[in-house]
């Protein structure tokens, strides 16, 4: 056997000792302070914003996103714009984060005006952050910001009107479908057709045509109880189809309670939804674990209601799925379920708030006498009105049905970019009926600017560029810099109906000034213009229209967020200081022990010898790969593996 001479060994050894303080790993934070910290954030947010914003409006741009996996996809969604962003430089990247966080949570909430939100805090930063380096205070800066969001909320809240009819309904969903009346006016016959309070829900469809379906289903307030159950990351949703259906009336904590229905799914190769009053310990665990190994599709679900309302529920549950509720009265144990007792649905979707179901396997008939029992119970004159009310929720759960609207189109590119605009529409459309509306298109935003008076005229609140209505009342101010902040909101607010307006191709000063001149009376509060159509118009009239919900929370969003960076005097981020492979070739120590082991190849040498030499060879291959070297491409077919002859 060969053996290593003693300086070679010592050369080995000296090499390795001066290259291992170079190699421990670990991290250190790279901090930015004040104006240079602010720049390189507001670097970041300038990027997120000019890549959303020109999604706004009937006449916005498409934005085409690579994805890991499948074709490009093509969108207008704000929000999926602003996902799909990530900067090299961690600094930028902290930015466009923070400004993701409100278009996500703008999102969240209201369901629409995610680019509104972005647009108004890339506004009200990039002003912030001047104003701060010109000497302002920022905490005074972000109180005057906040006073004049109050005072734009009420201002609009003043304003607005509630919707009552269907093609109200459709103005309201055509516009935030960027002007598609074919998604409003299905919206709006859905909504019609199940009531303003029924569920609908979007699917993608398998024609080239739009659909809708009345289903029978039932929705509850109650969601998943971990995210590991999400099966879709970018809605954020639990969808199975066909699940099998676990109702218990107890909480639920060892693994033996569930491991008959986990077996009995995984048999059927069908996921799993187990419904109970709580779940967790070790059944938790193992329905986590099933789920992220691949092993089984599960999903647990809290019961919703409290006390007997919560049996109640479970039982209308039963009835519609055909399965059975697990209670302390009844003798079969869940250690003892069988498939039998299991319930089953078409499909479901669980969000983190409710779950739908769809196409239950109960009988009509079983269903049709639930309903009917629960209407004797209704009308018995012994039932407390709090009782009442909650069967008659029960009633309108159980028999309102489900509307699907059924995204079609002729490719898959096609329909994913219309089911963002019907999931946009569908959410506008339900802000609209809980909230009203208001002048769209920016105009309400544009408007509420005339509103933002301070005490002091010279504070430049009354500048050329933002004028102020004569008769506002003015905002209570203590200094200059609280009037500077009232100033930014001012400007800021013009901004959505700006980049709605250049997206259009238009002149955006000269409309935007003949709007809060000529059209700024406060009788002229829904006049605006019309982008899609080039003419000044009575924006309620002609359909074009926001919800209150949206806007209101765009803004409440986007200030609070922007004005928080303002005040930031310091950021950092983790610096890794840990090698990475692609590195190792760097080092002087790994070509001499790969010269040494040349040297051995070709010598008579031990399996142990020839083994040692493969594997660092294969080892710098795989380097050169990641390392991205044009004259040494990873090759699994090359000698590091391929089978050792002597």
């Not at 000529?518 to 829904?526: E, I, N, R, S, V």
Request: glycine share 8%; aromatic share 6%.
């Amino acid at each position: 056997m060969h053996r290593l001479s003693t300086t070679s060994s010592r050369s080995l050894r000296a090499v390795a000792k001066a290259a291992k303080p170079s190699l421990t790993r670990g991290a250190h934070k790279e901090i930015k302070f004040s104006n240079e910290g602010r720049a390189s954030i507001l670097k970041g947010v300038d990027v997120l914003a000019n890549a959303v914003s020109v999604t706004l409006g009937p006449k916005g741009r498409n934005v085409i996103i690579e994805q890991s996996f499948g074709g490009p996809k093509i969108t207008k969604d704000g929000v999926t714009v602003a996902k799909s962003i990530t900067l090299k430089d961690k600094f930028e990247n902290l930015g466009a984060r923070l400004v993701q966080d409100v278009a996500s949570k703008t999102n969240e909430i209201a369901g629409d005006g995610t680019t509104t939100a972005t647009v108004l805090a890339h506004a009200i930063y990039s002003e912030g952050v001047k104003n701060v380096a010109a000497g302002c205070n920022p905490m005074d800066l972000r109180r005057g910001s906040q006073a004049a969001v109050d005072r734009v909320v009420e201002f609009l809240s003043q304003n607005t009107k509630t919707i009552t009819t269907t093609a109200e309904i459709a103005q309201v969903a055509t516009i935030s479908a960027n002007g598609d009346t074919h998604v409003g006016n299905l919206i709006a016959q859905a909504m019609e057709k199940v009531g303003k309070e029924g569920v609908i829900t979007v699917k993608e469809g398998r024609t080239i045509e739009d659909e809708i379906e009345i289903t029978e289903g039932m929705r509850f307030d109650r969601g998943f109880i971990s995210p590991y159950f999400i099966t879709d990351v970018k809605t954020q949703k639990v969808e199975f189809e066909k699940p099998l259906i676990l109702l218990s009336e107890k909480k639920i904590s060892l693994l033996q309670d569930i491991l008959p229905s986990l077996e009995a799914a995984a048999q059927a190769r069908r996921p799993l939804i187990i419904i109970a009053e709580d779940i967790d310990g070790e059944a938790l665990a193992a329905c986590i674990l099933n789920k992220l190994r691949g092993q089984l599709q599960v999903c647990a679900v809290k019961a919703p209601g409290f006390g007997d309302n919560r049996k109640s529920i479970l039982g209308d549950l039963a009835i519609l799925t055909g399965g059975t509720v697990f209670t302390d009265e009844l003798d079969i144990k869940l250690e003892r379920a069988t498939p039998d007792l299991l319930g089953s649905t078409g499909s479901i979707t669980i969000t983190k708030e409710d779950t739908i179901f769809l196409n239950g396997d109960g009988s009509k008939d079983a269903i049709q006498a639930r309903c009917e029992q629960i209407r004797s119970l209704i009308a018995d004159p012994t039932t407390s009105e709090y009782d009442r009310t909650k069967l008659q929720e029960r009633l309108a759960k159980l028999s309102g049905g489900v509307a699907v609207i059924k995204v079609g189109g002729a490719s898959e590119v096609e329909v994913g970019e219309k089911k963002d605009r019907y999931d946009d529409a569908l959410n506008a459309t339900r802000a609209a009926v809980e909230e009203g509306i208001l002048p769209g298109g920016g105009v309400a935003l544009l408007k509420a600017s005339l509103q933002l008076a301070t005490s002091s005229p010279g504070s430049g609140a009354n500048s050329a560029g933002s004028p102020v209505s004569s008769d506002a009342k003015p905002i209570p101010t203590t200094n200059f810099d609280q009037e500077l902040g009232v100033a930014i909101i001012r400007r800021a607010i013009t901004n959505p109906a700006r980049a709605i307006l250049k997206n259009a191709g238009e002149e955006s000063s000269v409309i935007v000034g003949t709007l809060l001149g000529q059209y700024g009376a406060p009788d002229k509060f829904t006049y605006g213009y019309d982008a899609s159509k080039g003419e000044y118009t009575d924006m309620i009239k002609a359909g074009i229209v926001d919800p209150l919900k949206v806007v209101r929370t765009a803004l409440v969003d986007a200030s609070g967020v922007a004005s928080l960076l303002t005040t930031s005097e310091a950021c950092s981020y983790d610096v890794k200081n840990g090698w990475e492979p692609s590195q190792v070739l760097e080092y002087p120590g790994w070509r001499l022990i790969m010269a040494f082991l040349v040297v051995i190849r070709f010598r008579p040498s031990s399996i142990a010898s020839h083994s040692f030499y493969f594997f660092f060879v294969g080892v710098e291959e795989r380097i050169s790969c990641l390392r991205g070297s044009p004259n040494k491409p990873y090759n699994p077919n090359s000698l590091s593996h391929r089978s050792l002859h002597t």
